[in-house]
């Protein structure tokens, strides 16, 4: 048999299709989601399924967001699901999510598409105040990056970003073989719970987002040389920020610090 064709259907390599069957994983997913009646429950990218029919038998009524036609078509017409289902037929990364956010901050969950999964995330977080936590199954390598603090070698622009709008959790990690077609990495599931306050909320977020952007590109190299265009090396000691460290030992707050240094300066 033709190990991409999964329900009848052939699993589109561009759309990252990569269909969960493991019953066990599947069950620990949707339990650590625990979803309850009358919740705003958005899935992106449902595909066949595999995670929506187990929250739909919990929930009267969820969102899903597929950008495959033939899959939007197929869950239509899905004798379960049909009647509880608001389906777009939409590329996630062009979703307002706020606008979906009516009445209550969503719950978002889904098995992402691993070739957009980062830009997906970078979009989600624009949206972080309508968003009451995100549970995302992942390549393993981007839920380590995720969850990463400093002096680690996954922590980078991404880790930055999601803690400063989140609190990262990460929940279970999936093997290859949980799936169809086995995806050639090892996968994970993450909890993503915007913080309701900002631990250290910034001025401007895009001060915050070149800083990291420039830091972690040259992260071989100490601020004094990477930063050197923005900050003298007496600024940096005036904000407690030793100029001989390099990217990776930067904290979250003390990048928010430099961000919003950078903004008086502006
Ligand atoms: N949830 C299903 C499961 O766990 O078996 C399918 C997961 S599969 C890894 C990713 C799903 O996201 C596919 O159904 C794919 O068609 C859909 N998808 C891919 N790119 C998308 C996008 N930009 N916006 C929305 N859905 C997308």
Redesign the pocket.
């Known amino acids: 048999m033709n190990n991409r064709v999964h329900q009848g259907h052939l699993a589109?390599k561009r759309?990252?299709?990569?269909?969960?069957t493991d019953r066990f994983i599947i069950d620990s997913i949707v339990s650590a989601i625990h979803p309850q009646p009358g919740e705003a429950m958005v899935?992106?990218?449902?595909?066949?399924?595999?995670?929506?029919l187990p929250v739909a038998e919990r929930i009267d009524h969820l969102t899903v967001?597929?950008?495959?036609r033939d899959?939007a078509a197929r869950l239509a017409e899905h004798p379960q699901l049909k009647q509880k289902l608001t389906i777009h037929q939409?590329?996630?990364?062009t979703v307002n999510f706020s606008e979906l956010a009516t009445d209550q901050p969503l719950r978002v969950f889904?098995?992402?598409?691993?070739n957009?999964s980062t830009p997906?995330m970078f979009h989600l977080f624009d949206y972080s105040s309508a968003i009451r936590d995100m549970h995302f199954?992942l390549q393993k390598e981007v839920v380590n990056r995720l969850v990463a603090g400093p002096n680690s070698k996954a922590y980078g622009r991404l880790s930055v970003m999601a803690q400063y709008y989140c609190n990262v959790i990460p929940v279970l990690e999936v093997p290859p073989t949980a799936?169809s077609p086995a995806p050639k990495v090892d996968s994970a599931v993450v909890r993503l719970v915007p913080h309701a306050v900002l631990p250290h909320p910034v001025k401007d977020l895009s001060m915050l987002s070149r800083i990291t952007t420039q830091a972690f590109n040259q992260r071989r190299k100490t601020i004094r040389n990477s930063l050197g265009d923005l900050f003298s090396v007496q600024q940096l000691l005036e904000l407690g920020i030793e100029a001989t460290l390099r990217a990776e030992n930067i904290s979250v707050e003390q990048y928010c610090r430099l961000a919003n240094c950078l903004s008086e300066q502006q």
């Open positions: 589109r759309f990252g299709q990569n269909f969960l899935e992106i990218g449902p595909g066949l399924g595999a995670l929506t967001i597929e950008l495959d899959l939409q590329d996630a990364m889904g098995n992402l598409p691993y957009i997906l199954m799936f």
